[in-house]
């Protein structure tokens, strides 16, 4: 076998498309406005131009841009990135295109225009500019985010622009000469400078590549580990000058370097570098080995790489010559014109320094901060990070890197550099591992080989990969080829092959690649097999005239292609900068021998042009480059279009060895493109015929064959030659046309043959032509060539292309190429004398394969010597025989497939194994007991890929039914509802079953792909939410929820108008409590001031009347805020370039009649001062407050929103406050918090302590801890100078170190706080005043440090906290001062004389409030009895009855869990002599007693609303409702009890009580609650001062928190909140902070959460009624219990729920377990709550039919006909949105003029539509009509295939196995209608009437005659089929001579027909035999 036939050198082949090339980017820069119009646009002086080689002024500049912008074009091309662009399938290519200053990034593709994606235009020439991919880590896992970026390297500084838009300038510390893009980062040359001498101590060489994995981070050296035999592995800096770096690759990672000393390339890994490699490399070992890196070295080296970088950065002006210690470098600020580079690059690198680094870790904020600062004013970010790291840094992360940045200050000078050799080396982070050397052979020493000038990876159509470089001096190319091994890091390089080469480029999407060679022709090799040369239509003939490029001929220097220009894609920049003049780039080092010929070229400018260079390849299109400078675009030809060959092709590769497949694929590659080869319809016809002739077989000779290249014929000589002209039509086409084979065919056949894909039909060919050829098989002719290459393979290549027809039968779309195929399979059975596979193929296709009767002889000798492989078993494989045992329950071989070709056989025979056989292994293991893999020879099954569509799915099996483990499985394996809609419906309706029955209860944390899939949208589109919420921060709500725009322009101002009505209006639809609400918070409107002129008062004092009523109406208008800020928390989303609209707040009046205005600044009457500045901060925090926290906030907005006018920075301080408590703040740059607190307002201090600490909850984040610790003087060192910080300053910084460090049980603070509690008055007036609200913020802060730690506070012991705070709370010594602050407390204070004793009236509260959070819930009795109120009168006398309050609220929430809500447990809590009767003899004061009565009841009502807060307890509300009413009822007597206990402290009493409500129906918007709080609202004499108002409005916005999305919860963390916010002693006016700080009363916001549910359906997005089922978990007071809530409601807490589940029958059911975990529950809830229902077919939403009485199903209850009659097709649309249901019932279901005669028909649709509808199963519809066209088909007699039957009797098998197991519930099986068995009758009765028409036809059959080709044919095949008779041939001896029923059972056990198939044989077989009738009137209709 001669190798040079199939080499076929001679070949040629036509490339496609030719296209004259010009880079998009040159177009576009000719119109854009180039670099200098922007310096132009500047107009900075001149000396202050940046230039890039400084030349003075505008002219400089203007030169140099128009002199260089031709010279520096470089552009590279890729195929398109999908993270760019959003549609996928579009095959588009990218430019990047880099000329002057401009970078142009253009994208297009075959059916679009280039267009620009991006343009960039940057300060200094571009050196280079690139693609580069970035992995930025995610702050918890390993998984990394990949940024697309683009990189543009100038001499100073490469700008990254990522393509989500952020932009960072990374300086360069040196001087570049090349960058790589890697997967991991930049790569960096240092450019060889003479200073490297200089500058280095003696010997020892500086790095020379760097990487930089991040544009944030530091740039560190590269390591390289080499192989040598005489360094060992050792880990060293890559330092050798001569090293050059010439490819990088990312997949696989690897560099490839040249030695220009040496010549040789190396390949090299690139990888992180291990943790041992940089201890090594840091470390340098003691005995200097080779280079003397000595111990101090790596010290030395860093202050040494810093040292360059000042001398080589443009920013260094001056200092260039200078060695290492002389003269000083000019610092930042000081050179004398203020030079901008300088100054930017200063900055710029301290951005890179240490807080830059471990930004990463908050990269969003920062890069967006850096973007910001970046913009045009250099002096705002680098402050940023600076400040950052002078109040801590917070930001270092526990990250590896710890180092700090390049520079150790902003103005250090060179000097002071070189003093500090100890400064920490830069850590390396990337590893170079050398894999493989070109090995020096002795006869290449005569010329070294020069760099590679150009290096691809390549791989050929066998799947070997290849590194190929082209070495321009020898004009070769080196192809090595590697193989990747277990360990990815590591390649295997087994050979080295040369091809003679001047150019090559890879084509990547076709396995080949291009090569020029020398003598100017291309020919395309795969891997390194010779393909053949590619013939260009055109490329010699004059249209490519010079003509229209005469103007790039001008400058014959730019096309003199040096290989730097043409082959590299990076211009070779090292020869420009030595050398300035452009014409000595002929000099560049690999220029030897092409200078003569090149110049001589240019004298003949005419000469035909050829090809001398290639470029830019992508996929499958590549740039000529030809010697008169013109470019063309050309694309390779594919190696096959249709689907069926690649399939065949891919088949034949796997099974074959890899060089017979190599050969095959060459062939067949060259035959298939020949120059005027074939259309696209015929491909097939010629793949038969190639792949033919290549086994041996004569096409010529064989009938069918001969009519495929009938018109075709093969030697594509001859098609070259016939090729004509001409295009235009001529008479004699027509008549060849008419003459030819097809049209007789067409003309001869039935009009409903199949007509196989190719458009001809080779079925009826025998009707034509006679068969006299196939009587005399032995005739020499139909011999096969034994020694045809593919000969030996016959066999395996025929099992393999059977297994691709079963492939091909599985998929709907692909079954009509089986008929192609199949015509192909049969001549090989038969000549291989397979019988059973030819049986298998006429069943299949009866009247086909009946026409084919001619098979080819075949010597048994060769037969013997071809190789039949193991797997070729005598009865054939069939997927559809191995599905039905299945489902009968039969044992079955495994199944034989072909791994990554026949991937739908493997997805369905495994979906059968698992549900239909039970084995829930099958999917993980690959089931080998249900799959064979074939392997061919020469090919272990490792090296074949799996090619897979994996989603994201997780595997894991739990307790799941069969049929969510299917569905879970089928969509990890890629499979989607597209390709089920393609599987066969008999094969699918097990898949569709399994779904089904998931689609009723799905798992509510399946992945948006399995809820595609079953067909739940709602799902879907939660899941789709979830994956967006985690991939970014989300935006809005996603919900279509807008707030209304309201018209009136009143209304907008009140800052209430973000609630969105549509869901308030579903919570609340009957009535307007909403409106009502706003009505009574609004505080931006006059109020109305009503007083009656009395005769006796002059208009004097009636104005001074109007004036003192508006100042009462006025305490109440001051109050609204904060109960506003409850009601719209977190509703509005900001938009970034829009300040926060705040409502003013009003304090003016109108006075009816006339609406004259009131006002309080007309000096009639005396105002407080400052009485506004509270309120107005509180309107600030309601203001800020209404900004949710998925708000996309930044630190530029904050800043923007500052006023302008002072008198609103009150306004702002609660705004930054508010920030805080929605943990925005966290955004706020440091530099801007350091800011407003050096402003020195208080408010501005106030709001942002706390807003910080808010937003820090918990974390103990340092730098906020010193933030706090400047404010409090206890925990500043006892030596530091006192600050004069403002009271409230010091109070809100106090409550401030309680939040931060809330939970932590920090023993320092916690030890300081304590003594602050006790801090005693100082001499100076310290501390003096409102010394109440300090003490009690020490208190609560201390609480919340150690909250809920009870007894085991760790390490505390010492302290004895519990008695230290009782001895506070009871009074007694004051302690020695212990610890730091015994010298402050030395001498005491001048004005207040406490003694030593406590002042319990200071210290108290705080210390009652500080023991009840450390017991919070603990139950600790002990404690618990401190607290209880004494029980004699005497000592009673001794308390205030408001610490009686606070010690029963303290003592019950310690007791937590015996809280009872009913109110013989509030009872209980007042002492037993307060009960009883009283003894008149004593002396009882009943003051105090009706006192201490009231607060302690009020204090118990408190602990019973915090117990219950938020659940809406009915029990616990109206036990409170009724203490309510008793408090009112006493107040309403202004009689005797009235009297002695005060209307202040009932009034006390009372707003305590209705916070406790408020607390427990918090978002409920409970309506009596609401009339309470509208009654107080309208009381405003007497003593209702401001802080009465305050609590009453709090509880008004608790009630309607959020606007009923949120409710409170009761965790630890927000009862402490709500024990700041509400303590229960409110402030007597507007200016009162002497017991508690009114700034705490916004904390209660901390104790909110989201609990509302809100179903949304999916179809209209409108949200909607649904009723879900609640379980609550079982606990020690109720059992598990159910209860029905009608949704959007409030959840309960969720940690007390087991499940949460939406029920029908309205709605599809959901059940969310919570059991499990919470987390997905949450997720919804804190997004926005929305819950995504899809309403059942049949059903209409509540709002529309409230009872149920109008859905589909409900009609057919009230009529007497059956539903289906009374189903009108119209009323269709009100029940499924689903279009294709409707369009289904508007066309097929109605009765048009046409379809009056199908009236059975119409019904029959119908039915089957009201079936689908009411069993919600709409995707059943297709599968019902096609069972009935098979039906119909059949019963018709015009069935041609048996494809339809073998579904049915899937269909039928499946059902049959269902209804075995029992009746089963309807729920399980989808067919569960009449339907079927009616179908099922009617094919039965069909085909036994056939066959007692017909039992000869079945007999022969059996006896194995000749069959007749007619109808009897395919209805026999119908019937075997259906019937599953196995292949029968001569089986008639052993059946037919059966003289019983019994007998021919036992015979025929053996062939596996199932019984009662057999039973309708029986009549046949028996009847044959015996001659009687007697058997016929067997009872059939029994099966």
Known sequence: MSEVVYEETATMIAAGELQSFVPFGREHCRNHPNAFNLQLRELQPASELWSSDGAAGLVGSLQEVSLQERERECWQLRKGCVGVKEEEDVEFEEELYAAGNVVVWSQGSRTQASSVYKAFTVDSPVQQALWCNFAVPHN????????????????????????????????????????????????????????????????????????????????????????????????????????????????????????SVQGI??????????????????????????????????????????????????????????????GTSCAVGTSSPLHYSALHSHQSRIMASSPGIHSRIHSPSISNMAALSRAHSPGMAAPSFSGASRFNTSFHSPSSRTHHGLLPSPNCTVNEMMLVPEMEPIIPDLCMEQLWSETVTAGCHREMSSQASKVFLTSDLCENHYLCFLVESHQQLRCVKFIESNDPSQLIFPSVTTIPAKDAEPLQNIDAMLVLEACGSLVLYTGVTRVSKVFFPGLLSPTFGLTNHLPYLSTPVENVSTPTNAGSRHLQRLVEDVLPSPLSELRGPNFKHHEASFLEDYSFQQATPYIHALRDPVCNRVTLELSSGTMLRISIPEIATSELVRKCLQAIRFILPKDAAMKVLVKWYNIYNAPGGPSAHTEWNLFVTCFMTLMGYNTERLTWTRNLHFEVPLSPVIAAKKARPSDGGSDEDWDYLLGSHYHRQMNSQPACSPVDSTGTNNTLTTETEPLSSASCPSSPSLKLDSSAPLFPHIPALFYVLHLLYQELQLDELQRARASSLVCLL??????????????????????????????????????????????????????????????????????????????????????????????????????PQYLLKLSAGQKSCASEPEIRRQSSVKFKFSNKTLAEQLVVWLTSQGFTLKDLESVPFGVALPIREAIYRCREQPCSDWSEDVCLLIGRQDLTKQAHKMTLAKSKASVGTGLSLEPPATTEVDEEEDGMSDIIQEVTGLIWSQDLRVQEVRRLLQSSRPVRVSVVQLPEVSDHEYIEEKENKLLQLCQRTMALPVGRGLFTLFSYHPVPTEPLPVPKLNLTGRAPPRNTMVDLNSGNIDVPPNMTSWPSFHNGVAAGLKIAPASQVDSAWIAYNKPKSPELANEYAGFLMALGLNGHLTKLATLNIHDYLTKGHEMTSIGLLLGVSSAKLGTMDVSITRLLSIHIPALLPPTSTELDVPHNVQVAAVIGIGLVYQGTGHRHNAEVLLSEIGRPPGPEMEYCTDRESYSLAAGLALGMVCLGHGSNLIGMTDLNVPEQLYQYMVGGHRRAQAGANRERHKSPSYQIKEGDTINVDVTCPGATLALAMIYLKTNNRSIADWLKPPDTWFLLDFIKPEFLLLRTLARCIIMWDEILPNTEWVKSNIPQIMRGTFDPSEDINMETMTQAQDYITAGACMALGLRFAGSANSDAFDCLYKFARTFMKIMSFAGTAGVQTGYYNLQTGLSMILLAMSMVMAGTGNLKVLQLCRFFHKRTGGEMNYGFHMAHHMALGLLFLGGGRYTLSTSNSAIAALLCALYPHFPAHSTDNRYHLQALRHLAVLAAEPRLLVPVDVDSLKPCYALLEVTYKETKWYDETTVELMAPTMLPELHLLKRVKVKGPRYWELTVDLSKETQHLESILSRDGVLYVKLRAGQLPYKDDPQGWKSLLATTVNHHNSGVRAFKPEAISTFTSEPALISFAEFFCKTSEGMKHREDTLVLFSAMLYECVTQECPEMLPTYIAIEQAVGALSRGDLLQTFPLWQLRLVVELWDSRMQRGPASPHDTLLTSEFLPVMKNVVDVALDSWLKENSSVFTSYMRDEGLSRNAQSVMLACFLTYRSIPCLRNTHTQLEGCSSLGDLLSRSSCLGIPLRDLLRLAPVLLNSASGSQTMLSFPLQAF
Request: charged residues 20%; glycine residues 8%.
């Open 140 to 259: 918890k896992k390993d998984e990394e985010d990949v940024e697309h970026t683009v990189c543009i390297v100038q001499s100073s500084c490469i700008n990254v622009h990522t393509v989500t838009g952020k932009d960072f300038i990374s300086p360069l510390p040196f001087q570049v000469s090349d960058v790589w893009a890697t997967k991991f980062g930049l790569l960096l040359e240092r450019k060889n400078t003479t200073n490297d001498t200089q500058l280095g101590s003696p010997g020892e060489p500086l790095p020379t590549v760097f990487s930089m994995l991040h544009p944030l981070d530091e740039i560190a050296p590269l390591v390289c580990k080499p192989t040598g035999a005489f360094d060992g592995s050792r880990v060293q800096y890559v330092s050798d000058s001569t090293m050059k770096i010439v490819f990088t690759c990312c997949q696989p990672s690897i560099v490839v370097s040249y030695d």
């Open 265 to 326: 390339h190396s390949v090299w890994a690139l990888r992180k570098v291990t943790h041992d490699e940089r201890s090594t490399v840091l470390r340098c070992p003691a005995e200097p080995v080779g280079t003397p890196l000595g111990l101090m070295a790596s010290g030395f080296l860093t202050s040494h790489l810093r040292n360059i970088s000042r001398l080589d950065s443009p920013g260094g002006i001056g200092t260039t010559g200078l060695g290492p210690g002389t």
């Open 826 to 927: 049969q001549q090989l059975a038969r000549d291989l004398q397979l019988e059973e596979y030819v049986d298998l193929y006429w069943r299949d296709y009866p009247s086909l394969i009946s026409g084919f009767t001619e098979s080819c002889f075949i010597d048994q000798a060769l037969i013997d010597q071809m190789q039949r492989p193991s797997f070729l078993r005598p009865e054939p494989p069939c997927v559809f025989s191995w599905l039905s045992r299945c489902l009968r329950g039969e044992e079955n071989p495994p199944f034989p497939y072909l791994p990554g070709i026949c991937q739908r056989t493997r997805l369905l025979v495994l979906s059968y194994a698992l549900y239909i056989i039970g084995d829930e292994n099958a999917t993980s293991t690959d089931g």
